[in-house]
């Protein structure tokens, strides 16, 4: 769910702010654990095709795209590294540590591995080669110095806050579920979950128009998120 949160953000934000889609695009993502291989899923569903995954250890990179279902076997499956793509397919390369990863020329970057994994040089490395948006699908993936660098550089940057919400919001509609004693069917969750992207894109771009930083969905998540804390205080009474 999670995975799935982080693309249908990233795809109303590229279609928002730069009228664009996942469609024809290179996407890098960094990690192989739930969110990086349903972020894969869900990316190649919408038209991209995912050039690069990694582990702890290090990355591959299949330049005719990632085989989604040998990732599968290997991580979900045998429970083994990453490396062991390349015997599968061995046109993919493997490359041991996990840093470079983000060397490799893309158009959308989906760091879902581990905290401070993307940094400044990354960033630089990434505006250089015409990235259009990072989005964070770990938590505070990337160092501030990184969002600075990118933001000057005009790639659209998504934290965590805001792209990561879809497997809490799942679980809200798990629960909804549970207190109704109903059962919805997969595209049913799928297609909400879809309407509460689309919403928090909505709340974060409209907060930071309100507060004169169009595109700068950093802000427009703090305020955002702030504003509905107080709203909620003053509700309860708080003056």
């Not at 799935?4 to 702010?17: I, N, R, S, V």
């Not at 889609?21 to 960094?30: A, D, E, H, L, R």
């Not at 038209?47 to 979900?76: R, W």
Request: charged content about 20%; glycine content about 10%; aromatic content about 8%.
């Amino acid at each position: 769910a999670t995975g799935y949160g982080l693309c249908y953000f990233t795809a109303e934000a590229l279609k928002c702010m730069r009228n664009d889609s996942f469609q024809g695009k290179t996407v890098v993502i960094s990690g192989s654990g739930n969110v990086a291989i349903y972020a894969n899923q869900k990316a190649t569903e919408l038209g991209g095709k995912v050039i690069a995954m990694s582990d702890s250890n290090g990355y591959i990179y299949d330049p005719d795209g990632i085989k989604l279902d040998v990732v599968k076997q290997l991580k979900e499956v045998e429970r083994k590294r990453i490396k062991e793509y390349v015997k599968a397919v061995p046109t993919a390369t493997y490359t041991e540590g996990c840093s470079g990863i983000w060397t490799i020329p893309c158009q959308i970057a989906l760091p879902c591995a581990t905290q401070n994994e993307l940094t400044e040089v990354d960033a630089k490395a990434l505006a250089a080669s015409g990235c259009l948006i990072v989005a964070e699908g770990a938590n505070m993936p990337c160092t501030p110095d990184a969002v600075a660098l990118l933001q000057a550089n005009g790639v659209l940057y998504v934290p965590g806050k805001a792209a990561n919400a879809g497997g809490v919001a799942t679980s809200g509609l798990e629960m909804s579920q549970n207190a109704i004693r109903c059962s919805w069917t997969f595209d049913e969750v799928d297609h909400r979950l879809q309407d509460i992207m689309r919403g928090i894109y909505e709340q974060i771009a409209s907060a930071a128009e309100e507060y004169g930083m169009p595109d700068n969905f950093l802000a427009g998540a703090n305020i955002a998120g702030f504003q509905k804390v107080a709203e909620a205080m003053l509700a309860q009474g708080v003056c």
